[in-house]
């Protein structure tokens, strides 16, 4: 058919347009022969005429069908044009967010300018060993082409990465490297890969900078060879560098940067290692502040230094070699700031103060001299003299720059070279794969010699990509057994030819540079004069200054200014003559001379286009142009020597915007990078090429029933193909696939939808027939029943009389009044019996009414007052609680009062003590001085001296004393303070008691229901407390005792006082001593106060602990505030209001005691008994201490007689005995509040210990009457429990004994039918033997015939064998077993039974050598068998199955008593005796565990390549394809053509396998549940992963085909009765609602709503993934409106957590368990199968 015949009503075109580059039309009208204009109409709904030249008509380009828009694969496209690709590359771009797209051999690339979730290492696995167009197209699966034909062809591969200047080369780049790295580990401890992925940064940071299109611009190209060995895993990798832009280094345009490193070390010039550098500001350095801008929106230049200066050291660079080239880089900063003056018309000079040049010196090691000296001057070599000349300071200016460009080259390069040498590993290279990050065609407004050797290196590769192309072509067509015709394409070699042939651009260029004299100019013209016959070259029509060529992809326009000096790349000798006398090694070895053929000589012979110009001496150096075009042929001959795979980077906007897609600006670089040339190539022969499976399932609409009825598809598809299109030269037909001519698919598709359309309105016709029909028969219908009554109504007419009339008009009149009366007297009737019945009804409602408001109100009294009831009863519950913890409270109180009174007699009696101890030495003193007075009456006038000493001593002495009586007088009075205030103190403690009690009631009511919950749990903590208060008890004992004890010794003390007393009386002048003594003893009194005192707050602190150890369930508060309370100070210790502090504490434990006494009267009353016991304890020594206390009042009254004689008989101290006397009767006044205060507490104490008893008494009899009411219940449904499980066991029981009986009998008729068959052998040999005597030996035949009784012999389960034959079993029953034999496949697990029972008798012999020995044994053989058959899944099953039995064994048989439940009386007596065998069952369960991994892994590799073709590629519903066109990427040279092909069907009969193997191997029920699962879980992940990362994958008949493949896997488990308890669909739920997805409406709000609640499984990456992926297979479906993914995504937005990751981890394993599952087979009755050769083992 011929292409003007497509120009038809509805079909749409391509028009050119200024803004949009192309617009799509309709056509409205025909397009005929002849027509001047063809009848368009703008999707705007504006019409307009397109003309034509009637001569030779250029029709507009017609647009593909709506079906082939978005294809991966731009060569699917029926029509192969400009438009149609700008299209596709759109709406993939903007609507799908589809970033990559195939067409032809090259990969296109959009840069986003947005972070994708598509590099991860899933994806990257994903894409791993994936054929090329089996997956959406993905820099991924280039490297993987590129990979996987290196490791099958042995062949080199290239990938060659080209674009403008911010399209995304570099991280395409990286990112293939990448996927190298991670696809061929090499296991090396050398870390080969992050080395090579470690050189990108500092490539970066010495080769990018920031250019006007870009932030990271790569300034020159990067071809990185990647070497691998012969395992194809990476060994190391080379990187060649071209044409750095060197210019750079010196200057920059407005906005742009230098390169990256300058920027960081500024950054980082405030650290100290870059202290010795001199840094200063990047705004402050000339070379780095010439574009203006001197930071970067979004790039910290000091983090980037770090990873920097990070990977220099993880590629081994040395921190020296570090430090050298940040000196050269900060040198090369400071040469930019030396300031250059002009000395003259025609001189220059550089100051000598200058700190930068001084600085730059300092930093190379340079002689300041000589460089100041040769930057202005210059030295010419003449014939007889040589002259030094200085120079102006625009030349010098440009020496100092061309300095620090050529320094900063020899860095680059030196940097380079380091880090090759740091990737190179020692190893033989097999292969390697090249990536080629180089610039692409560039073209500015003025462009220079950079951009001219740019797109001379772009001609050079495009010439290479249009023959590649070329070759393909003829491979794919050879291939096909299909004519191959030439095919006209473009070729650049003119172009090139111009560039570099002899007299080119290039050769006149180096030739004019040989002249000293040589300019710009003079160049140029040589170029007009030579070059303008030339059709590819022009000169511009207003300039002089510059020249044109048509290159490839558009005409570039050079200025000429400055291409001989940067060919050139001058730099003086005097200056590199400078630089070679450097004491920096570093720079000096960069300008060493060059040995000759030392450069770019690898053993590579290159053959320019002509032979190049020997320089004659060292001043004519090579060009930079010829080694630009030397090192461009180098790597033209490694290209060619590989396999290329190009991709092609494309900006999509200035503005760098995100998804935004700027047509102008894309188209440019689509025709500069080739892609356009491919399609053109394409579209020459036959660009569509669709496989015969995919052309029928397409157009077998388009078949007749003839044509369908035919089996061979090939010829039905060649019968309606030659029936359809006439012009055979319109397709041709070959072996696998057809190849149509541009324009043949658009045409079958556009017959395909007429079909449909035709079909559609033949539908529509016959059913709006079929509606008309119906409408009009009903019609018809009523229009006859019109008729009828109408005839009917004309006959009655003509038969009817005037008269008769007028009788049927009266007897109508007297029927009206008749009737009217009738229905007036029934209407009466009706009424009154309405009113009636309503009256009734309204009074029995009334009454109703009345009853139910008097019920109510009878309700609410009764309430009433059983509320009021209840009320009181509750009232009376809490008062009769508060009475009893009221005498609790006050019971413990006085208990504690008497306590502290106690102390307090104990301390009085002590000072009494001590006090009657002084009158005693007094009064000895006194005798003694009576004996001296008697003695001495001769000495009458020293007496009367010394009787005067002795008054004027006794007078200070009565002082004293006088003033001790003050003293004791002020004690006096405080003591009887603090008892008022005590008093005062206690009864304020009892009003706070009482207000505390009323809250606490209302806590305990609160807290009573937690504590019955809580019964068993307080059980042991009650005994606990009553021991810890049996403790305490024994500790007041103890302290009693001790008390005593210091009673005695203070009864020792006044002995000894007693004995002072009389040694004074006896010595009068140790009278002033007594002074001394009573400061002692006042200290002594004052220790044991603060002795007593300790006591007391130990005794506090106990009382504290025990307080919070009774009160373990109070709120944290009122503990703190207990222990406030408790601890309130040291000092008042003694006084009533620390008592009832303290007290406060227990008493609050008393009132948790007593509300657990309600509940256990056993508690209760141990606790009441303690109470008792502690009163009656307190009572006897309260009554031990009065004893004490009168007795000590004896001796006072001793004591104060003894002092009364004294006073009569001397009166030194009168005053002594009123002093005693008053302190008597206040101890006598003490002693009676004692008293009182103790009956007091002992009455309250008995009254509270009655009502607690009754108390007590009441809720235990209460509590004895629920218990034995809920004890009947109790037993009566304990009763019913056990009955029913009488039943269940009896069944189980029965079932259990008929399968264990089952087995017995299978495994005794199978030993006895071997054992028969010996028999039978034997037999026959004795029958033999005995033939020639039966004559003779008739009778004793006779009797050796008779049956011998047989003895029955009971075996116990244990197998002997000897040490030595161990290698024997486990050879025999491990290593040589096989996993299909007869005997194994009847008794499953028999190899477990044997080994266990092997280990029965070890145990049985308790011998820990030959039992530890043969455990390993058995374990090492496992292991081995399991490593020698890694890939055997029938050997895994077999040792899984029985490794978990054994494990059961182990358990079963162990002796403990969880695992022995089920066991049966002769099993519980197999038991293992003697040794402990829990270590090796945890042994075993690390071997099952591993070989349950290995078993999983094994399934999930066979698997694998039947997952996604059977889930996805098959078709499993008839009737319904899915399939589309595909394009040049299916013709992958990766792809074998004899793959099998999979369907569902082999996926579940190899799940069948795998099933009905592990049920013959018997293993457990729970263990294949858990394998199907992990199994289930990988169908599911592996194909989700596949449809998120297919587009071909996302339609809605696809989604169709999965929804009925996962019910064929349902059905699957539902066969083999596994879906209860394996959890296998939970896991396909992420694919389910995948497939959900791809069917549902997706256009309304409440669609979106709908996705959000059905898909909870699924992320919000990988919903808006198959969103964007979604594509329509026919014209009837609709696309996915960006709109309504943007309205998804702000709804999924707030969905909390989730995961970000877009793909499912495959590699994901679930954690097995083995449950325990004990086994009914008797070992006893296990027999030993002859097959397995185990004669040398005995049944014991």
Same mark, same amino acid.
């Given at each position: 058919?011929?292409?003007?015949?497509?120009?038809?009503?509805?079909?749409?075109?391509?028009?050119?347009?200024?803004?949009?580059?192309?617009?799509?039309?309709?056509?409205?009208?025909?397009?005929?022969?002849?027509?001047?204009?063809?009848?368009?109409?703008?999707?705007?709904?504006?019409?307009?005429?397109?003309?034509?030249?009637?001569?030779?008509?250029?029709?507009?380009?017609?647009?593909?069908?709506?079906?082939?828009?978005?294809?991966?694969?731009?060569?699917?496209?029926?029509?192969?044009?400009?438009?149609?690709?700008?299209?596709?590359?759109?709406?993939?771009?903007?609507?799908?967010?589809?970033?990559?797209?195939?067409?032809?051999?090259?990969?296109?690339?959009?840069?986003?300018?947005?972070?994708?979730?598509?590099?991860?290492?899933?994806?990257?696995?994903?894409?791993?060993?994936?054929?090329?167009?089996?997956?959406?197209?993905?820099?991924?699966?280039?490297?993987?082409?590129?990979?996987?034909?290196?490791?099958?062809?042995?062949?080199?591969?290239?990938?060659?990465?080209?674009?403008?200047?911010?399209?995304?080369?570099?991280?395409?780049?990286?990112?293939?490297?990448?996927?190298?790295?991670?696809?061929?580990?090499?296991?090396?401890?050398?870390?080969?890969?992050?080395?090579?992925?470690?050189?990108?940064?500092?490539?970066?940071?010495?080769?990018?900078?920031?250019?006007?299109?870009?932030?990271?611009?790569?300034?020159?190209?990067?071809?990185?060879?990647?070497?691998?060995?012969?395992?194809?895993?990476?060994?190391?990798?080379?990187?060649?560098?071209?044409?750095?832009?060197?210019?750079?280094?010196?200057?920059?345009?407005?906005?742009?940067?230098?390169?990256?490193?300058?920027?960081?070390?500024?950054?980082?010039?405030?650290?100290?290692?870059?202290?010795?550098?001199?840094?200063?500001?990047?705004?402050?350095?000339?070379?780095?502040?010439?574009?203006?801008?001197?930071?970067?929106?979004?790039?910290?230049?000091?983090?980037?230094?770090?990873?920097?200066?990070?990977?220099?050291?993880?590629?081994?660079?040395?921190?020296?070699?570090?430090?050298?080239?940040?000196?050269?880089?900060?040198?090369?900063?400071?040469?930019?700031?030396?300031?250059?003056?002009?000395?003259?018309?025609?001189?220059?000079?550089?100051?000598?103060?200058?700190?930068?040049?001084?600085?730059?010196?300092?930093?190379?090691?340079?002689?300041?001299?000589?460089?100041?000296?040769?930057?202005?001057?210059?030295?010419?070599?003449?014939?007889?003299?040589?002259?030094?000349?200085?120079?102006?300071?625009?030349?010098?200016?440009?020496?100092?720059?061309?300095?620090?460009?050529?320094?900063?080259?020899?860095?680059?390069?030196?940097?380079?070279?380091?880090?090759?040498?740091?990737?190179?590993?020692?190893?033989?290279?097999?292969?390697?794969?090249?990536?080629?990050?180089?610039?692409?065609?560039?073209?500015?407004?003025?462009?220079?010699?950079?951009?001219?050797?740019?797109?001379?290196?772009?001609?050079?590769?495009?010439?290479?990509?249009?023959?590649?192309?070329?070759?393909?072509?003829?491979?794919?067509?050879?291939?096909?057994?299909?004519?191959?015709?030439?095919?006209?394409?473009?070729?650049?070699?003119?172009?090139?030819?111009?560039?570099?042939?002899?007299?080119?651009?290039?050769?006149?260029?180096?030739?004019?540079?040989?002249?000293?004299?040589?300019?710009?100019?003079?160049?140029?013209?040589?170029?007009?004069?030579?070059?303008?016959?030339?059709?590819?070259?022009?000169?511009?029509?207003?300039?002089?200054?510059?020249?044109?060529?048509?290159?490839?992809?558009?005409?570039?326009?050079?200025?000429?200014?400055?291409?001989?000096?940067?060919?050139?790349?001058?730099?003086?000798?005097?200056?590199?003559?400078?630089?070679?006398?450097?004491?920096?090694?570093?720079?000096?070895?960069?300008?060493?001379?060059?040995?000759?053929?030392?450069?770019?000589?690898?053993?590579?012979?290159?053959?320019?286009?002509?032979?190049?110009?020997?320089?004659?001496?060292?001043?004519?150096?090579?060009?930079?142009?010829?080694?630009?075009?030397?090192?461009?042929?180098?790597?033209?001959?490694?290209?060619?020597?590989?396999?290329?795979?190009?991709?092609?980077?494309?900006?999509?906007?200035?503005?760098?915007?995100?998804?935004?897609?700027?047509?102008?600006?894309?188209?440019?670089?689509?025709?500069?990078?080739?892609?356009?040339?491919?399609?053109?190539?394409?579209?020459?022969?036959?660009?569509?090429?669709?496989?015969?499976?995919?052309?029928?399932?397409?157009?077998?609409?388009?078949?007749?029933?003839?044509?369908?009825?035919?089996?061979?598809?090939?010829?039905?598809?060649?019968?309606?193909?030659?029936?359809?299109?006439?012009?055979?030269?319109?397709?041709?037909?070959?072996?696998?696939?057809?190849?149509?001519?541009?324009?043949?698919?658009?045409?079958?598709?556009?017959?395909?939808?007429?079909?449909?359309?035709?079909?559609?309105?033949?539908?529509?016709?016959?059913?709006?027939?079929?509606?008309?029909?119906?409408?009009?028969?009903?019609?018809?219908?009523?229009?006859?029943?019109?008729?009828?009554?109408?005839?009917?109504?004309?006959?009655?007419?003509?038969?009817?009389?005037?008269?008769?009339?007028?009788?049927?008009?009266?007897?109508?009149?007297?029927?009206?009044?008749?009737?009217?009366?009738?229905?007036?007297?029934?209407?009466?009737?009706?009424?009154?019996?309405?009113?009636?019945?309503?009256?009734?009804?309204?009074?029995?409602?009334?009454?109703?009414?009345?009853?139910?408001?008097?019920?109510?109100?009878?309700?609410?009294?009764?309430?009433?007052?059983?509320?009021?009831?209840?009320?009181?009863?509750?009232?009376?519950?809490?008062?009769?609680?508060?009475?009893?913890?009221?005498?609790?409270?006050?019971?413990?109180?006085?208990?504690?009062?008497?306590?502290?009174?106690?102390?307090?007699?104990?301390?009085?009696?002590?000072?009494?003590?001590?006090?009657?101890?002084?009158?005693?030495?007094?009064?000895?003193?006194?005798?003694?001085?009576?004996?001296?007075?008697?003695?001495?009456?001769?000495?009458?006038?020293?007496?009367?001296?010394?009787?005067?000493?002795?008054?004027?001593?006794?007078?200070?002495?009565?002082?004293?004393?006088?003033?001790?009586?003050?003293?004791?007088?002020?004690?006096?009075?405080?003591?009887?303070?603090?008892?008022?205030?005590?008093?005062?103190?206690?009864?304020?403690?009892?009003?706070?008691?009482?207000?505390?009690?009323?809250?606490?009631?209302?806590?305990?009511?609160?807290?009573?229901?937690?504590?019955?919950?809580?019964?068993?749990?307080?059980?042991?903590?009650?005994?606990?407390?009553?021991?810890?208060?049996?403790?305490?008890?024994?500790?007041?004992?103890?302290?009693?005792?001790?008390?005593?004890?210091?009673?005695?010794?203070?009864?020792?003390?006044?002995?000894?006082?007693?004995?002072?007393?009389?040694?004074?009386?006896?010595?009068?002048?140790?009278?002033?001593?007594?002074?001394?003594?009573?400061?002692?003893?006042?200290?002594?009194?004052?220790?044991?106060?603060?002795?007593?005192?300790?006591?007391?707050?130990?005794?506090?602190?106990?009382?504290?602990?025990?307080?919070?150890?009774?009160?373990?369930?109070?709120?944290?508060?009122?503990?703190?505030?207990?222990?406030?309370?408790?601890?309130?100070?040291?000092?008042?210790?003694?006084?009533?209001?620390?008592?009832?502090?303290?007290?406060?504490?227990?008493?609050?434990?008393?009132?948790?005691?007593?509300?657990?006494?309600?509940?256990?009267?056993?508690?209760?009353?141990?606790?009441?008994?303690?109470?008792?016991?502690?009163?009656?304890?307190?009572?006897?020594?309260?009554?031990?201490?009065?004893?004490?206390?009168?007795?000590?009042?004896?001796?006072?009254?001793?004591?104060?007689?003894?002092?009364?004689?004294?006073?009569?008989?001397?009166?030194?101290?009168?005053?002594?005995?009123?002093?005693?006397? &008053?302190?008597? !009767?206040?101890?006598? +006044? /003490? @002693? =009676?509040? %004692?008293?009182? #205060?103790?009956?007091?507490? $002992? *009455?309250?104490?008995?009254?509270?210990?009655?009502?607690?008893?009754?108390?007590?008494?009441?809720?235990?009899?209460?509590?004895?009457?629920?218990?034995?009411?809920?004890?009947?219940?109790?037993? &009566?449904?304990? !009763?019913?429990?056990? +009955? /029913? @499980? =009488?039943? %269940?066991?009896? #069944?189980?029981?029965?079932? $259990? *004994?008929?399968?264990?009986?089952?087995?017995?009998?299978?495994?005794?008729?199978?030993?006895?039918?071997?054992?028969?068959?010996?028999?039978?052998?034997?037999?026959?040999?004795?029958?033999?033997?005995?033939?020639?005597?039966?004559?003779?030996?008739?009778?004793?035949?006779?009797?050796? #015939?008779?049956?011998?009784? $047989?003895?029955?012999?009971?075996?116990?389960?244990?197998?002997?064998?000897?040490?030595?034959?161990?290698?024997?079993?486990?050879?025999?029953?491990?290593?040589?077993?096989?996993?299909?034999?007869?005997?194994?496949?009847?008794?499953?697990?028999?190899?477990?039974?044997?080994?266990?029972?092997?280990?029965?008798?070890?145990?049985?012999?308790?011998?820990?050598?030959?039992?530890?020995?043969?455990?390993?044994?058995?374990?090492?053989?496992?292991?081995?068998?399991?490593?020698?058959?890694?890939?055997?899944?029938?050997?895994?099953?077999?040792?899984?199955?029985?490794?978990?039995?054994?494990?059961?064994?182990?358990?079963?048989?162990?002796?403990?008593?969880?695992?022995?439940?089920?066991?049966?009386?002769?099993?519980?007596?197999?038991?293992?005796?003697?040794?402990?065998?829990?270590?090796?069952?945890?042994?075993?369960?690390?071997?099952?565990?591993?070989?349950?991994?290995?078993?999983?892994?094994?399934?999930?590799?066979?698997?694998?390549?039947?997952?996604?073709?059977?889930?996805?590629?098959?078709?499993?519903?008839?009737?319904?394809?899915?399939?589309?066109?595909?394009?040049?990427?299916?013709?992958?040279?990766?792809?074998?053509?004899?793959?099998?092909?999979?369907?569902?069907?082999?996926?579940?009969?190899?799940?069948?396998?795998?099933?009905?193997?592990?049920?013959?191997?018997?293993?457990?029920?729970?263990?294949?549940?858990?394998?199907?699962?992990?199994?289930?879980?990988?169908?599911?992940?592996?194909?989700?992963?596949?449809?998120?990362?297919?587009?071909?994958?996302?339609?809605?008949?696809?989604?169709?085909?999965?929804?009925?493949?996962?019910?064929?896997?349902?059905?699957?488990?539902?066969?083999?009765?596994?879906?209860?308890?394996?959890?296998?669909?939970?896991?396909?739920?992420?694919?389910?609602?995948?497939?959900?997805?791809?069917?549902?409406?997706?256009?309304?709000?409440?669609?979106?709503?709908?996705?959000?609640?059905?898909?909870?499984?699924?992320?919000?990456?990988?919903?808006?993934?198959?969103?964007?992926?979604?594509?329509?297979?026919?014209?009837?479906?609709?696309?996915?409106?960006?709109?309504?993914?943007?309205?998804?995504?702000?709804?999924?937005?707030?969905?909390?957590?989730?995961?970000?990751?877009?793909?499912?981890?495959?590699?994901?394993?679930?954690?097995?368990?083995?449950?325990?599952?004990?086994?009914?087979?008797?070992?006893?009755?296990?027999?030993?199968?002859?097959?397995?050769?185990?004669?040398?083992?005995?049944?014991?």
């Amino acid at each position: 058919m011929a292409l003007s015949e497509l120009y038809t009503k509805y079909n749409r075109v391509w028009i050119p347009d200024e803004e949009h580059v192309w617009k799509s039309a309709e056509i409205l009208r025909d397009f005929k022969p002849g027509d001047d204009a063809l009848q368009l109409q703008l999707e705007d709904g504006t019409e307009m005429l397109y003309s034509l030249d009637t001569s030779s008509p250029q029709l507009p380009h017609l647009r593909n069908p709506d079906i082939l828009v978005g294809e991966n694969d731009l060569t699917a496209l029926s029509y192969l044009h400009e438009p149609a690709v700008l299209h596709n590359l759109k709406v993939r771009f903007v609507e799908s967010k589809i970033i990559y797209t195939y067409c032809g051999i090259i990969l296109v690339a959009v840069n986003p300018y947005k972070q994708l979730h598509i590099y991860g290492d899933a994806v990257i696995n994903a894409y791993s060993g994936q054929n090329m167009g089996d997956m959406d197209p993905h820099i991924f699966a280039v490297a993987e082409e590129a990979y996987k034909q290196m490791a099958r062809n042995n062949k080199n591969q290239s990938i060659i990465v080209s674009g403008e200047s911010g399209a995304g080369k570099t991280v395409s780049a990286r990112y293939a490297m990448r996927y190298f790295a991670m696809v061929s580990k090499s296991g090396s401890r050398t870390h080969v890969e992050d080395k090579v992925l470690a050189s990108n940064p500092i490539t970066e940071a010495i080769g990018n900078a920031k250019t006007t299109r870009n932030d990271n611009s790569s300034r020159f190209g990067k071809y990185t060879e990647i070497s691998f060995d012969r395992r194809y895993q990476i060994i190391g990798a080379n990187m060649r560098t071209y044409l750095l832009e060197k210019s750079r280094v010196v200057s920059q345009s407005e906005s742009e940067r230098n390169y990256h490193i300058f920027y960081q070390m500024c950054a980082c010039a405030d650290q100290p290692e870059f202290k010795s550098l001199r840094l200063l500001r990047a705004d402050e350095f000339r070379y780095t502040s010439m574009g203006g801008e001197t930071a970067i929106e979004g790039v910290d230049d000091r983090k980037d230094m770090e990873e920097t200066r990070r990977t220099f050291s993880l590629l081994g660079l040395t921190e020296d070699f570090q430090a050298d080239v940040f000196k050269v880089l900060a040198g090369i900063l400071h040469l930019g700031n030396v300031e250059i003056r002009n000395a003259g018309s025609d001189r220059s000079s550089i100051s000598s103060s200058d700190p930068h040049i001084a600085a730059f010196c300092d930093l190379l090691g340079v002689s300041p001299d000589g460089v100041t000296r040769w930057l202005c001057h210059r030295r010419f070599v003449m014939v007889t003299e040589t002259v030094v000349k200085p120079v102006t300071s625009k030349r010098a200016v440009n020496a100092r720059d061309a300095l620090a460009k050529q320094i900063y080259a020899h860095l680059f390069d030196c940097v380079i070279q380091k880090i090759n040498a740091a990737l190179q590993v020692p190893g033989k290279q097999h292969s390697f794969i090249g990536v080629l990050d180089i610039y692409g065609f560039e073209t500015f407004d003025i462009n220079s010699f950079e951009q001219f050797c740019i797109n001379y290196a772009n001609e050079k590769l495009q010439q290479q990509f249009n023959l590649h192309v070329f070759k393909l072509e003829q491979e794919e067509y050879m291939k096909e057994d299909i004519p191959w015709t030439l095919i006209d394409f473009y070729d650049n070699q003119p172009v090139i030819d111009l560039i570099e042939a002899k007299m080119g651009i290039l050769d006149l260029l180096d030739e004019e540079c040989l002249f000293p004299q040589g300019t710009d100019q003079n160049w140029l013209q040589k170029l007009y004069n030579y070059l303008a016959d030339n059709p590819l070259f022009e000169k511009p029509r207003m300039s002089n200054e510059a020249f044109i060529i048509q290159h490839f992809a558009d005409k570039v326009e050079y200025q000429c200014w400055g291409f001989l000096e940067k060919n050139r790349d001058t730099l003086y000798e005097e200056l590199i003559d400078t630089m070679r006398t450097s004491k920096f090694p570093l720079l000096a070895n960069f300008f060493l001379e060059e040995e000759p053929g030392g450069v770019g000589s690898k053993g590579i012979k290159v053959r320019p286009a002509r032979p190049g110009v020997k320089p004659t001496n060292k001043n004519l150096r090579t060009t930079v142009g010829e080694k630009f075009r030397s090192s461009l042929y180098l790597l033209m001959e490694t290209l060619n020597a590989t396999t290329p795979h190009y991709v092609r980077c494309i900006k999509p906007n200035e503005e760098k915007m995100p998804f935004e897609y700027d047509s102008k600006r894309v188209v440019q670089q689509l025709r500069a990078c080739g892609v356009l040339e491919t399609i053109h190539i394409s579209a020459q022969s036959y660009p569509s090429r669709w496989t015969y499976i995919e052309f029928y399932s397409r157009y077998s609409i388009l078949m007749s029933q003839q044509e369908l009825v035919l089996t061979d598809k090939k010829q039905t598809c060649r019968t309606v193909l030659q029936r359809l299109i006439q012009d055979s030269n319109q397709y041709k037909f070959g072996r696998t696939k057809i190849f149509f001519r541009a324009g043949q698919v658009a045409y079958l598709e556009k017959l395909r939808l007429d079909r449909l359309r035709g079909a559609c309105v033949t539908i529509q016709k016959h059913v709006r027939g079929w509606s008309h029909r119906r409408t009009f028969l009903r019609m018809r219908e009523a229009a006859i029943i019109l008729q009828q009554y109408v005839r009917g109504q004309r006959r009655i007419r003509k038969s009817v009389t005037a008269a008769a009339l007028k009788q049927g008009w009266a007897a109508v009149v007297i029927q009206r009044y008749w009737r009217g009366h009738l229905t007036r007297q029934i209407f009466r009737m009706v009424r009154s019996s309405s009113i009636i019945i309503q009256a009734f009804t309204r009074g029995w409602i009334a009454r109703k009414r009345y009853k139910k408001m008097v019920e109510v109100q009878k309700a609410l009294i009764l309430q009433k007052y059983a509320r009021a009831w209840l009320a009181r009863r509750r009232f009376q519950t809490l008062r009769r609680l508060v009475h009893n913890v009221q005498l609790s409270y006050r019971c413990q109180q006085l208990r504690k009062k008497l306590e502290d009174q106690g102390k307090e007699n104990c301390g009085l009696l002590e000072r009494l003590t001590s006090l009657a101890g002084a009158h005693a030495q007094g009064l000895d003193k006194l005798h003694s001085l009576e004996a001296q007075l008697g003695k001495s009456a001769t000495e009458k006038a020293s007496l009367e001296e010394r009787e005067k000493k002795s008054k004027e001593d006794a007078a200070k002495t009565i002082a004293q004393l006088q003033q001790e009586k003050d003293g004791f007088i002020v004690q006096k009075q405080d003591l009887e303070k603090k008892l008022a205030d005590t008093a005062t103190e206690m009864k304020d403690g009892f009003d706070q008691i009482k207000t505390t009690l009323k809250e606490d009631l209302e806590r305990e009511e609160r807290l009573r229901k937690i504590a019955e919950n809580n019964l068993d749990l307080q059980k042991e903590d009650h005994e606990k407390e009553v021991e810890i208060l049996r403790e305490e008890n024994r500790r007041l004992k103890e302290e009693r005792v001790r008390l005593q004890r210091q009673t005695e010794e203070g009864a020792q003390v006044n002995t000894d006082l007693q004995d002072q007393v009389i040694q004074l009386t006896k010595h009068v002048k140790v009278i002033p001593e007594l002074r001394k003594d009573l400061h002692n003893l006042q200290t002594q009194r004052d220790d044991l106060d603060r002795r007593m005192k300790g006591q007391s707050e130990e005794a506090i602190a106990k009382m504290s602990v025990i307080t919070r150890q009774l009160l373990g369930g109070m709120m944290e508060e009122e503990v703190i505030s207990l222990h406030v309370l408790a601890s309130d100070g040291p000092e008042q210790i003694y006084e009533a209001g620390d008592l009832v502090t303290a007290f406060d504490g227990l008493q609050k434990a008393s009132r948790v005691l007593e509300r657990k006494q309600k509940e256990q009267k056993e508690v209760s009353d141990s606790q009441i008994e303690g109470l008792m016991f502690k009163v009656e304890h307190l009572q006897n020594e309260n009554n031990q201490l009065q004893k004490l206390f009168q007795e000590k009042m004896s001796v006072n009254d001793s004591i104060g007689q003894e002092v009364t004689r004294l006073n009569q008989e001397n009166m030194v101290i009168p005053e002594l005995k009123q002093t005693v006397s &008053e302190l008597q !009767r206040h101890k006598q +006044e /003490l @002693e =009676e509040q %004692l008293e009182e #205060q103790t009956r007091g507490m $002992t *009455e309250q104490i008995e009254e509270i210990s009655k009502k607690l008893q009754m108390n007590v008494e009441e809720e235990a009899t209460q509590r004895r009457l629920l218990e034995q009411h809920e004890q009947v219940k109790r037993e &009566e449904v304990e !009763r019913r429990v056990e +009955e /029913l @499980e =009488e039943v %269940l066991r009896r #069944q189980k029981n029965t079932e $259990t *004994e008929a399968k264990t009986r089952f087995t017995q009998e299978a495994s005794r008729l199978t030993a006895e039918n071997m054992d028969f068959e010996e028999q039978l052998d034997m037999k026959d040999r004795l029958i033999r033997k005995l033939q020639n005597k039966i004559k003779s030996l008739q009778t004793s035949e006779k009797a050796n #015939q008779m049956p011998a009784p $047989t003895i029955p012999k009971e075996y116990l389960g244990m197998l002997e064998y000897k040490r030595e034959d161990e290698p024997k079993l486990i050879q025999y029953i491990i290593l040589d077993l096989k996993p299909r034999g007869v005997v194994v496949n009847m008794i499953p697990n028999m190899a477990a039974q044997l080994l266990f029972m092997c280990v029965r008798h070890a145990d049985y012999l308790n011998d820990g050598a030959k039992l530890k020995s043969l455990m390993n044994a058995i374990i090492s053989g496992v292991k081995k068998v399991i490593t020698d058959h890694q890939a055997d899944f029938e050997l895994l099953s077999f040792w899984l199955s029985n490794m978990y039995h054994m494990l059961n064994c182990l358990k079963q048989y162990s002796g403990e008593e969880e695992f022995m439940k089920q066991n049966s009386p002769r099993q519980k007596k197999n038991c293992l005796q003697n040794f402990d065998l829990s270590e090796h069952r945890q042994i075993f369960s690390d071997l099952a565990i591993r070989i349950y991994h290995q078993f999983i892994s094994v399934m999930e590799k066979t698997l694998m390549p039947m997952i996604v073709p059977g889930m996805l590629e098959h078709e499993s519903l008839q009737g319904i394809s899915s399939m589309k066109p595909t394009g040049f990427r299916k013709r992958s040279s990766s792809i074998y053509e004899d793959q099998e092909i999979y369907t569902i069907s082999s996926l579940l009969q190899q799940l069948s396998l795998y099933h009905s193997t592990m049920s013959q191997h018997g293993m457990e029920e729970g263990l294949v549940r858990q394998a199907v699962k992990q199994t289930f879980f990988l169908v599911g992940a592996a194909t989700l992963n596949n449809i998120l990362l297919r587009k071909d994958m996302c339609s809605c008949r696809k989604g169709m085909q999965i929804r009925c493949n996962i019910s064929y896997l349902e059905e699957w488990l539902k066969e083999k009765d596994l879906v209860q308890g394996t959890s296998a669909m939970e896991t396909l739920k992420p694919l389910c609602q995948a497939a959900w997805l791809l069917q549902v409406n997706k256009t309304t709000d409440d669609d979106a709503k709908e996705i959000i609640e059905q898909c909870s499984e699924l992320n919000t990456v990988q919903i808006v993934k198959i969103l964007n992926s979604y594509t329509p297979i026919d014209d009837f479906e609709k696309r996915v409106a960006p709109s309504f993914v943007r309205k998804v995504q702000g709804l999924l937005q707030d969905r909390e957590g989730g995961s970000s990751q877009l793909m499912l981890d495959t590699q994901y394993r679930f954690q097995v368990t083995f449950p325990f599952t004990p086994s009914s087979q008797a070992l006893e009755l296990l027999q030993l199968p002859s097959s397995l050769r185990l004669g040398f083992i005995t049944r014991i």
